[in-house]
């Protein structure tokens, strides 16, 4: 149902002012809207996918400086074991130092190992062979402070105990941070002096913690102010910078171990997940871009379509065809204002209206609602052409329309109902009914100047008569006065009389018949009928004229279907017409033949066509120049002093209105043959001859 529906939206508003559509600034704004929350939400998920990326750095930059923790600690630990083992043997000064050389191979951490008595008097001490003596420009004493510290720590947790870090200036004007490790030595019980380890803080952190630091990685220890003691690691700065920082908190001295790491720049797509959102915004971008242009699309066909709608409407409103959409149980689903103007009645009062409509005229309902069922079942097509059918406007006056009706079918090709158009003809049949007359009128006009014409040919016709019956009416006067014996002889003279008198009244009736006759009624008439009807007429003028006549008619000829007074006119004419222009010519013997035959093939008449029969009228006259010609059927066109120029147009008309076709051609050697044709009477009309 949806074409029917669509059209069926009751007027005036074929969809164009309906829904409450949004203003473009609204719609425009809307889409900005959308466009700035998708930005936004692009935005914040590439800033917060990069911030998951720094946090996983930074996370991993913790664990490895807690880690790096765990390892110094271990280390301190395990060096402590070392000095301890190193002074369970109570070995001899002597063996002291190779064995503290040997252990400063292997320890890079340390500087100098020192064995120190109870009163921190140094017994022996070996310096790291790594690097010259770092004592030389300041002296060992000064450090005196530190060792002393660390040691009275060590004594009192009787442990490993470490001093707060000092700078050791260097003879090469650099210096290195030191941090004291003292640990006090217990014979039995005793305390039998201690152990001085010095350790290098840029030492512990490239052989404790470097090997696992990677390339972007940067090591250092710290005050708890900041202030960096002992650096290792790349010296190279990327765009960002992470740190992480843990207390590394020894018996006697705390320091930070503070870890950097950095992203080189550029760094567009710093990992999987960046360039995964980074993508799938992009690709949300895009889809929103083609939505855009979707939509663009979508409101030009959208403006298309209204134009569309709006042309139809005007279109619709313009016409002067009533318009009708019925669904398949005859509701009405559609009119257009002709249609409503048509009837009276309002769009609003037919649409839905069921059967019978409002506009059937009510003595007609009962043959409409049959058509309507007929049309229903779909079984009978209606014709092409249309039909003629009354309607009845709603002051209850009737009028004539021409209907013609077409199935509507929608897209899916289903038929949904009946489309109808509707004219209005009351006008065109006033203008036919006027027609009508006039040409009736012309008609009888026409006979009567024919008849007129032929007064002179009547009052000769009439002579011969009326001089036979007053000279047989002279002749019984005599005979009555010759006596009785006579009688049989004025008998006979009556009998001529009353012969002659009746001939005469024959040619009065002829010409009566002929002037007075006025069925329209078209009926089957013999054509042996028509001529016999024009002949008297016929043979009054061709006496005069010494014409002689001829008629030949096949046999078994079919009547043809015809208005009898017409055709027997036009017949008249052609041979009036012949007869006069033989005459003008003064041909040397004229002749006219009147012929009648039929028409069309075996063939013709096995597809279907029909029958014809053909009238010709021959003559020997003059025949028609070439500039009568092209003038002949036009009205009042003449060639004679008293022609009315009428005769040939007239009959012209009257065979079309039959159907049939008049034309006339040459008749070799002299002379002229006007032919018509005239369907042969059958049920049906007949198809024109070809
Ligand atoms: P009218 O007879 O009153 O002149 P028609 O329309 O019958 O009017 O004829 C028009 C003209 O056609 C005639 O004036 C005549 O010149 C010409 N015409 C008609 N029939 C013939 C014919 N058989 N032979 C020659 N001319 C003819």
């Not at 002279?474 to 002889?489: F, R, T």
């Amino acid at each position: 149902m949806s074409s029917t529906s669509a059209a069926a939206a009751p007027r005036p508003a074929p969809g164009l002012a309906g829904p409450r559509r949004p203003s473009a600034y609204v719609r425009g704004s809307l889409w900005g809207l959308l466009v700035v929350l998708v930005a936004s939400l692009l935005a914040t998920l590439v800033w917060l996918a990069g911030r998951y990326e720094a946090s996983q750095v930074q996370s991993r930059l913790e664990r490895d400086t807690a880690d790096a923790i765990g390892d110094i600690r271990a280390a301190f630990t395990r060096n402590v074991q070392t000095l301890q083992a190193l002074q369970s043997g109570a070995l001899a000064r002597e063996a002291w130092t190779p064995e503290a050389l040997r252990l400063l191979h292997e320890h890079r951490e340390w500087i100098r190992i020192e064995w120190r008595d109870s009163s921190l008097g140094t017994l022996a001490w070996a310096d790291t062979p790594f690097r010259p003596s770092v004592f030389l420009r300041l002296g060992r004493g000064n450090a005196q402070a530190d060792v002393a510290l660390a040691c009275a720590n060590g004594r009192r947790v009787s442990g490993p105990a470490y001093s707060s870090s000092y700078f050791l200036p260097q003879v090469d004007g650099l210096g290195l941070e030191v941090m004291e490790l003292c640990l006090p030595l217990v014979t039995a019980g005793r305390l039998s002096g201690y152990v001085v380890a010095t350790y290098s803080l840029s030492e512990i952190l490239a052989g404790l913690v470097g090997p696992q630091l990677t390339r972007s990685q940067e090591v250092s220890f710290t005050e708890a102010d900041g202030t960096r003691l002992a650096l290792h690691g790349a010296a190279r700065r990327g765009n960002r910078v992470f740190t992480a920082q843990q207390l590394l908190d020894l018996p006697g001295n705390t320091m930070v171990l503070r870890m950097d790491s950095w992203r080189g720049a550029p760094d567009l797509f710093p990992n999987v997940l960046t360039a995964l959102v980074t993508t799938m915004s992009i690709a949300l971008v895009s889809v929103l871009a083609l939505l855009g242009k979707d939509m663009r699309l979508r409101q030009r066909v959208e403006q298309d379509l209204a134009d569309a709608l709006a042309f139809r409407k005007a279109m619709e409103d313009s016409l002067v065809t009533g318009l009708r959409a019925r669904d398949l149980e005859g509701r009405i689903t559609y009119v257009n204002p002709a249609f409503c103007d048509m009837v009276g009645f309002a769009g609003a009062d037919l649409l839905g209206h069921g059967t019978p409509a409002p506009y059937w005229p009510p003595e007609l309902a009962d043959e409409y609602q049959k058509r309507q069922d007929v049309r229903l079942t779909g079984q009978h097509a209606p014709p092409r052409e249309g039909f003629e059918s009354v309607f009845m406007r709603k002051d209850g006056s009737r009028f004539p329309v021409l209907i013609i009706e077409a199935p509507l079918i929608n897209q899916q090709g289903i038929q949904t109902g009946w489309m109808s158009a509707f004219l209005d003809i009351s006008e065109q049949r006033r203008v036919e009914e006027l027609s009508r007359a006039s040409q009736e009128r012309l008609q009888a006009t026409a006979r009567l100047a024919t008849v007129g014409e032929m007064a002179s040919l009547l009052s000769h016709e009439l002579n011969q008569p009326l001089a036979a019956i007053s000279s047989y009416a002279s002749g019984s006067i005599n005979l009555l006065k010759g006596g009785p014996h006579a009688v049989a002889d004025i008998e006979l003279a009556m009998h001529r009389i009353a012969e002659q008198a009746e001939r005469a009244g024959k040619v009065i009736k002829s010409v009566h018949d002929f002037v007075r006759r006025r069925d329209q009624e078209r009926e089957a008439t013999a054509p042996q009928a028509l001529l016999e009807a024009i002949m008297p007429l016929v043979n009054l003028q061709a006496r005069k004229l010494g014409v002689q006549v001829q008629t030949l008619l096949q046999d078994g000829l079919p009547p043809v279907v015809c208005d009898r007074t017409m055709v027997e006119q036009v017949l008249l004419n052609l041979a009036r017409n012949a007869m006069q222009a033989m005459d003008q010519a003064a041909a040397a013997s004229p002749s006219l033949t009147i012929q009648v035959r039929r028409v069309g093939t075996q063939e013709q008449l096995a597809q279907g066509n029909k029958a014809w029969l053909e009238f010709s009228v021959t003559d020997v006259g003059p025949g028609i120049p070439e500039s009568v010609k092209q003038q002949l059927f036009t009205p009042f066109f003449t060639t004679k002093a008293e022609g009315m120029g009428l005769g040939l147009s007239l009959c012209r008309t009257v065979v079309e209105q039959h159907g049939g076709f008049l034309g006339f051609e040459p008749n070799p050697p002299q002379g002229t043959i006007f032919r018509f044709t005239l369907p042969v009477a059958t049920a049906e009309p007949a198809a024109p001859p070809t």
